[in-house]
């Protein structure tokens, strides 16, 4: 797998999507009682998406780096409850663009996946070039995060149906190691996880992401991105993208062609399920349910 190319592709197909947690929060088992979840717009050079954060005053690591992005990604927070009082700070005169009044450098998607390292839920360190060679579905998530909990049976599942094709799903964790350790056995994971506090928000940002959870980055057996998808993944998203990776591999399709159609293939999957939370809105049903 190589490293990211020294002018990176505009073209990554970059899902966007409104499948975010519509059920009751939850409180996170460690440090204070406030969990909130904030929508915001991701800063890439390529079309914008809506995505958004759960953070909860447990993640302590993931304060001081949330408060920057609050400052500099204009967060909005929707929750009806206070956010921790870290990411109430006021922005400072200079910000980390070293210029005043400057906004941060907006981030870009590598071409190619990074050979990021990270240790394993038992400390070993492993390299995403370690799966070179095969179709990757790496996915960035948190045990504190809902949408993230609720991909994990489909992770699971896809990473079994297509093993014939040599598809291995990655679960990269930016959390506590040993809430991480309780969660992976009490859901039973059976794919690679890799774990990190601040060198996992290294690793998002070597993605040319910044902090939102879920995300979950496709990518061919040549270790090129092939397409990125901000929040919660979908089975219909996912048999999409794999489908057309595999086109790619197996020389069917260009790999430009096959952005495309993934890019419009997932934007009428998200329309036709907007149009399905419409009906159980006005039918009495439940909105969000995931399809």
Known sequence: MSAESAEPSREIS?????????????????????????QMTVGLRIPLAVAIICVGGGAGFLA???????RTQGIVDTAPTKPPAELTNQPSQQDESGGEGQAAPARVIPTDVPNVLLADTD????????????????NF???????CRR???????????????????IGIAVDFRDAV??????????????????????AIARFGMDTVFPFTVFADRQGRIVALKV????????????????????????????RKKITDGVAALATER??????????????????
């Open 231 to 258: 929040g919660e993944l979908h089975a219909d998203d996912a048999h999409l993208i794999l489908d057309e990776i595999k086109a790619v591999d197996q020389g069917r399709i260009e790999l430009a062609a096959a």
């Open 141 to 147: 998530w948190a045990t504190w995060c809902e949408p």
């Open 14 to 38: 970059h899902a966007s999507t409104n499948d975010f947690d519509r059920r009751p929060r939850r409180e996170i088992s460690r440090g204070p009682r406030a969990t909130f979840c904030n």
């Open 181 to 202: 350790q309780r969660y992976a056995h009490q859901m039973g994971i059976d794919y690679p996880v890799l774990v990190g506090e601040q060198d996992g928000l290294d």
């Open 123 to 138: 400390g070993v360190k492993h390299a995403l070039s370690e799966w070179k060679g095969r179709p990757l579905l790496i």
């Open 274 to 291: 907007a149009k399905a939370d419409e009906t159980d809105v006005a039918t009495g049903g439940q909105p969000g349910v995931p399809r």
């Open 64 to 70: 001081a780096h949330l408060a920057r992005v609050a």
């Open 151 to 169: 991909e994990i049976p489909l992770l699971k599942t896809l990473r079994h149906e297509r093993a014939a094709d040599g598809v291995e799903v």
